[in-house]
């Protein structure tokens, strides 16, 4: 897919609107993961070489639209910004009618950009408002899409201001969908091994639907592949699960039988009664489980099988974490995931917020060792089965 690059555009004197994905996880008023700030930097830094002026567009959370909400400011992640980017950051308050005079008077050093408060607390940014729209358009001369991981949806700053602007793709944008072009399209070494991870069968039906046609392996972790077990008929006692997904959960089982994919579930469990960084566990087999367990890892018998798989793939598409990762006892199956994907020599596309949370919390920040690392979790997983991305789509060259 060819995009409408900007990067020989003559910017002196003029001003680039670039939409941002700064949507990072924020723990004690401090930013736990950058990823999505420092990617980030590329085009920022073009825009300013190229003479131009730079005005952030970006969300945080999800407050109640058209609504200000004091937990979910930028003016939290201002600090990260600045040190990230190495810009000085002149912020925007928060006002409904966003003078786009005002905005005007900022952001002129080379060394300062302008970040608008939380798009998401305008009237109008999630409705599409063709009114929003062109209110947004009047801060710039150009507008640049740089935030893959919201790409999917048709807000007044990814959509609508296309239609009132010069539009461009973000170097991050056009690296995004070159990779997901490149697997949507089977230009890829086989064998191709899927794992797909997290708390949820909803958000990630499509793909598992998918690749339960045609990958060679899909390998299920995490708490929605409790929703697997039972499915197979095994007791998971006070695990999370989803109820109403179980006969989806069967659909893919068999769907994946049809087609000869190997599907790998967990054989082994780590279980615990209580959810805590001193709680006791315990290493049971599936088949094994009774009623007071909660399963929170994947077991050693699991690993050793998950690693093996990867270790003869050709392709590795990663989303979503194996256990809950974010306690000591039960972080062994991400950690371990994660360690082997890097050492393999297959080619590897990862993508979620929690998988970038376990990279960086097991230490593997060093994303050059995978081939791609995406910053849009449910976008990513939008783009690799098919679905419509209407604020990619209005960028096609």
């Known amino acids: 897919m060819q995009l409408k690059s900007f990067e020989n555009l003559d910017l002196k004197n003029k001003t680039a609107i670039i939409r941002v994905d700064f949507n990072v996880p924020i723990k004690n008023n401090e930013v736990t993961e950058l990823t999505r700030i420092k990617t980030a930097k590329p085009t920022i830094d073009l825009v300013k070489k190229l003479g131009g002026k730079v005005v952030l567009l970006a969300h945080l959370g999800r407050p109640e639209a058209g609504k200000y909400e004091a937990e979910f400011s930028l003016k939290q992640i201002i600090t990260a910004i600045e040190s990230t980017l190495n810009y000085r950051v002149d912020f925007v308050e928060y006002n409904p009618e966003l003078s786009s005079e005002k905005i005007k008077t900022l952001g002129n050093s080379e060394d300062s950009i302008i970040l608008i408060e939380n798009i998401r607390f ?3 940014e999630e409705t599409n408002s063709n009114e929003f729209s062109q209110k947004l358009a009047q801060l710039g001369d150009i507008y640049i899409n740089d935030a893959f ?15 009132h602007l010069p539009s461009y793709a973000g170097l991050l944008l056009q690296a995004e969908i070159n990779a997901m072009e490149k697997i949507r399209q089977g230009q890829i070494k086989k064998p191709l091994t899927v794992i797909v991870g997290g708390a949820k069968i909803d958000t990630k039906i499509g793909i598992l639907n998918d690749y339960a046609e045609r990958a060679d392996n899909l ?23 989803e109820l109403d997904k179980v006969t989806v959960a069967q659909q893919i089982i068999d769907t994946a039988k049809t087609n000869n994919v190997n599907l790998i579930l967990p054989t082994d469990t780590i279980i615990a009664e209580t959810i805590s960084e001193t709680s006791e566990t315990e290493i049971i087999k599936v088949e094994n489980l009774n009623n007071n367990a909660i399963i929170l890892d994947l077991g050693p018998e699991t690993i050793a099988e998950i690693n093996n798989t990867i270790a003869d793939s050709g392709t590795i598409i990663w989303n979503g974490p194996m256990g809950f990762f974010e306690l000591t ?18 080619e590897t596309y990862i993508g979620g917020g929690d998988s970038l949370d376990a ?17 849009g979790g449910g976008a990513m997983i939008d783009y690799l089965q098919g679905e419509a991305m209407p604020a990619v789509e209005i960028l096609k060259n």
């Open 329 to 346: 006892p039960f972080a062994s199956g991400t950690k371990a995931l994660i360690k082997a994907i890097s050492d393999t020599q297959a």
């Open 149 to 163: 991981g919201v790409s999917h949806r048709k807000h007044a700053s990814t959509y609508g201001i296309c239609k």
């Open 122 to 124: 305008f009237e109008g």
């Open 219 to 241: 390998i299920i972790g995490g708490a929605l592949a409790n929703t697997f077990l039972l499915a197979q008929g095994y007791e998971i006692g006070k695990s999370k699960v």
């Open 359 to 375: 990279m960086n919390k097991f230490g593997f920040s060093d994303f050059g060792k995978f081939t791609h690392v995406s910053t």
